[in-house]
C-alpha cells in the first residue's frame, strides 16, 4: 500500500513538471509526462493501464517531440528562409539551450536572421525568416500542449472506463 502510495506522489510530480514543461522552455515537457503516466500505471501494478495504453501515450509523446523539434525550422521555411536560415534556426535552437528560457527564444531567431545574412540575403528576408522560425515554436508549442491533453486524455479515460 505504502509503495502505491509513493508512486502515485511520485506520478503526480512528473505530471505536474510535465505540463509546467510544455510552457517552460528548461523542463522536458513531454518526456516528464509520459514518466508520469509510466508512474501512475505503476503505482496500481499496470491493473488498469497496461501495454496497450502506455504504447498510445508513448507514441503521442514521441509524435509531440518531433513536431516540437522541427516546428521552428518549419516556420523558418514557410517564411522563406533558405538553407542556411534553416541551419540558423536548427544552431540557434541547440546554442539557445545553455542560456536558459531566454536563449531558447531569442537563438532560434537570431539563428534563423544570422544565416540568411551568411546567404547574402537582405535584412527584410532575414527578418522574415527570423519570425516565421518564431511563429513555427509558437504553433508547435500549440501542437505539443494539444497532444499533452490527449495523453492525459488516454490515461484517464483507460483508468477509468
Do not use: C, H
Not at 522552455?25 to 496497450?52: C, K, M, Q
Not at 507514441?59 to 516546428?71: G, P, S
Not at 516556420?75 to 539557445?96: E, L, N, P
Not at 540568411?116 to 535584412?123: G, I, P, T, V
Amino acid at each position: 500500500m505504502e509503495q502505491n502510495v509513493f508512486f502515485w506522489i511520485i506520478a503526480a510530480l512528473l505530471i505536474v513538471a510535465g505540463f509546467a514543461g510544455l510552457v517552460i522552455p528548461a523542463l522536458p515537457g513531454i518526456v516528464l509526462l509520459f514518466a508520469g503516466f509510466v508512474a501512475g500505471a505503476w503505482a496500481e501494478n499496470f491493473e488498469y493501464i497496461g501495454s496497450g495504453t502506455l504504447l498510445i501515450i508513448g507514441l503521442l509523446a514521441a509524435l509531440a517531440y518531433i513536431l516540437d523539434t522541427v516546428a521552428g525550422l518549419l516556420g523558418a521555411k514557410r517564411f522563406g528562409a533558405g538553407k542556411y536560415g534553416i541551419i540558423g534556426a536548427g544552431a540557434g535552437t541547440v546554442a539557445g539551450m545553455f542560456f536558459g528560457p531566454v536563449g531558447l527564444l531569442a537563438g532560434p531567431f537570431i539563428g534563423a536572421v544570422a544565416g540568411e545574412l551568411f546567404a547574402r540575403k537582405d535584412l527584410r528576408s532575414a527578418g522574415y525568416a527570423g519570425i516565421g522560425t518564431w511563429l513555427g515554436i509558437a504553433a508547435g508549442t500549440a501542437v505539443k500542449i494539444a497532444i499533452a491533453f490527449a495523453m492525459a486524455g488516454v490515461f484517464v479515460f483507460s483508468r477509468f472506463f
